[in-house]
């Protein structure tokens, strides 16, 4: 099982479409959680982090699910401004973090 | 905001050439990373550092180097460039304070070795 897997999609949908993105993990010792957006030849830009309990930022919501080892990221009224690559990311065990190859977003209108 | 700042941005070398890429952050970091990216390949991790003249292999070292003299600054040494290092590099440095451990990234440097 690789570290940290993403569907590469990529997902094409219509502005105000909802859209989920799950993302898994295979270290069960990983404490921190983020997902990070990163625009065509740009560097990756931390989006949220994600905590246990679930956070929400505007149309961003964030989940973890520690039993089953997976993230989600789910975005509601898509704008055509999220079209980007979404990463998620997994603090590993030594400290380091640890990227997944990313789901590419694309919101047509 | 923090800031991590890749001098060269798109640079053009021939294969066998010495190349140094530099990357300065401003919050005091301790943490710093040297990554490549590739199209279906993700963000790989080359080397780290989580403090002055420490130095970490990362997943893919081979081929490269890093200095770390100064706390603001991680250098990133491709001894003999090859063609199979053309790719966008970028630099990373690490909030690790309180319970934030935020990864920030420099703008990239694109190389192409010819």
């Known amino acids: 099982r690789k570290e940290v897997e993403q569907d590469p999609g990529p997902f094409n949908v219509p502005e105000g479409a909802t859209v989920a993105f799950n993302c898994t993990y295979s270290?069960?010792?990983?404490?921190?959680f983020f997902w990070y957006r990163q625009d065509c030849r740009k560097e990756p830009k931390l989006l949220m982090s994600?905590?246990?309990s679930g956070n929400e930022d505007g149309r961003f919501t964030a989940q973890l699910n520690r039993a089953s080892q997976y993230i989600s990221l789910l975005i509601r009224d898509s704008k055509l401004s999220d079209s980007a690559t979404y990463l998620c990311?997994?603090?590993?065990?030594?400290?380091?973090?640890?990227f997944g190859k990313g789901t590419k977003l694309s919101v047509k209108p | 905001d923090v800031k991590v700042t890749q001098s060269s941005r798109y640079l053009v070398k021939r294969t066998g050439e010495k190349v140094f890429l530099e990357c300065v952050q401003d919050?005091?970091?301790?943490?710093m990373f040297w990554y490549r990216q590739d199209p279906g390949l993700g963000l790989r991790l080359i080397y780290f550092?989580?403090?002055?003249?420490?130095?970490e292999k990362g997943d893919i070292p081979e081929g490269y180097s890093v200095s770390r003299e100064k706390k603001e600054r991680f250098s990133l040494i491709l001894e003999s460039a090859s063609t199979n290092q053309t790719s966008m590099y970028l630099c990373?440095?690490?909030?690790?304070?309180?319970?934030?451990?935020?990864?920030?990234f420099g703008e990239g440097s694109w190389l192409t070795v010819v």
């Open positions: 919050m005091d970091h301790e943490n």
């Open positions: 990373a440095s690490r909030d690790t304070q309180g319970l934030k451990n935020t990864i920030y």
């Open positions: 550092s989580y403090d002055v003249k420490m130095k």
């Open positions: 270290n069960s010792a990983s404490q921190s």
């Open positions: 990311v997994v603090g590993g065990s030594q400290g380091n973090l640890i």
């Open positions: 994600v905590y246990s």
